[in-house]
């Protein structure tokens, strides 16, 4: 599942839910990413995204992730407008029947995620407002997947 929201939530609900029933799974990961204030230098963050586009996109990676690494399920839930410092932005949780499939796929999830996937960003901050671009980390943790 892929959902893009405004409104926060909470990682803890999602992870239970996520987990609930589970009697042949082995593993599974969650990942919670926050927005950060960059010691006062990010007042809040803003993400766009293009509506129906962006949770196609995310959901076309989401479903060759679950092939790719025999994933039994996954949720993507990611957050879009203004985020404060210290809320969460993104949680991605993946199942599979053993510990290193759920580990890669998570990470693999959050790396398109982070780089690849059809997000605008910007920062704002005491100094105004500037559009952000994945760092040059952001794309090589990328393209160890390709």
Sequence with gaps: MVRLQSEPFDSGALLSAFCSDRNQTGAV??????ARGEAGAVGALELEAY???TEAEIGRIATAAKARFALQDLIVV???????????????????????????????LMDYLKSRAPFWKKEHGPHGARWIE??????TDAARWD
Aim: hydrophobic letters at 45%; proline letters at 7%; glycine letters at 8%.
């Design 29 to 34: 990961v969650s990942f919670s990413g926050l």
């Design 134 to 139: 994945p760092t040059d980390q952001d794309r």
């Design 78 to 108: 990611h957050r879009i407008g203004r985020i404060a410092p210290g809320e969460t932005i993104v949680f991605v949780a993946t199942a599979a029947a053993h510990r290193r499939a759920a580990f890669e796929a998570a990470d693999h």
């Design 51 to 53: 509506p129906g586009f």
